[in-house]
């Protein structure tokens, strides 16, 4: 089992609020929702910042069942501390090392995704209601996707909670969901000139699918 640690490292409400504002601010900002299935999916994504940030700095829920489910068996004896507070170290070891590459791969994810989140809406805002086909449009169908992917994988990896962990894969369904209905929509409004893009273009990673 792993040693002492620092003390109890949760409670700090306003850079929980703080932290799920900037993301729900920048995701919104990208992904600008206006029909209502947007808004509901995009409630969700609200619900996982809050879920998420909730558990990394305000009150650490998944340790608390982890806990009391494992009691004695649970490899860390302070796990309300900073150092211990993060289940990949908890559970598979590797100290400061690992830690470091836990934050350089996952903020690594999260920053790609907010610039290819970014880099998708200023094509589509430039495009003033045409079908845009350039840059990351050139190779993939759903960049804004893609990259709300990213951050989510790069969040899980960062922070993994119970919550979270059970919700990304609903995300992920309800946001390929939502691409195939607005890919309806776009086949109506440009026709074969959609679906001429569509056979030459991967839906979420090029090459790939």
């Known amino acids: ?11 700090f409400w ?12 920048f995701t919104s900002s990208f992904l600008a929702p206006k029909k209502k299935i ?19 700095y305000g009150f650490p829920l998944t340790i608390f069942i982890l806990t009391s489910l494992l ?4 490899p860390a004896l302070n796990p309300f501390s900073h150092a211990y507070g993060h289940l990949w170290l908890t559970f598979f070891g590797g100290g400061p090392a690992m ?25 589509i805002y430039q495009g003033k209601g045409e079908m845009a086909t350039e840059g990351l449009y050139a190779y ?21 909670t119970i919550i979270t962990v059970f919700m990304f894969p609903v995300l ?6 939502l ?21 030459k273009t991967k839906m979420f990673a090029p090459y790939l699918f």
Do not use: C
């Open 71 to 74: 009691k004695d068996r649970y």
């Open 38 to 56: 947007e808004w509901r999916n995009f409630k969700m994504i609200a619900a996982f910042f809050i879920a998420l940030f909730t558990e990394m």
């Open 172 to 177: 992920i369904f309800m946001y390929y969901r």
């Open 1 to 11: 089992m792993h040693g002492e640690g620092a003390g109890y490292a949760y409670g």
């Open 99 to 123: 830690m470091n590459w836990i934050h350089i791969i996952s903020n690594a994810l999260i920053f790609a995704g907010l610039i290819v989140m970014a880099h998708g809406w200023r094509l």
């Open 14 to 25: 306003l850079v929980v609020i703080t932290n799920v504002l900037i993301f729900i601010f």
């Open 140 to 160: 993939i169908r759903h960049p804004q996707y893609l990259g709300l992917y990213l951050i989510l994988v790069g969040f899980i990896i960062q922070w993994p």
């Open 179 to 199: 691409a195939l209905s607005e890919e309806k929509g776009l086949e109506k409004e440009f026709g074969q000139k959609f679906l001429e893009y569509k056979s």
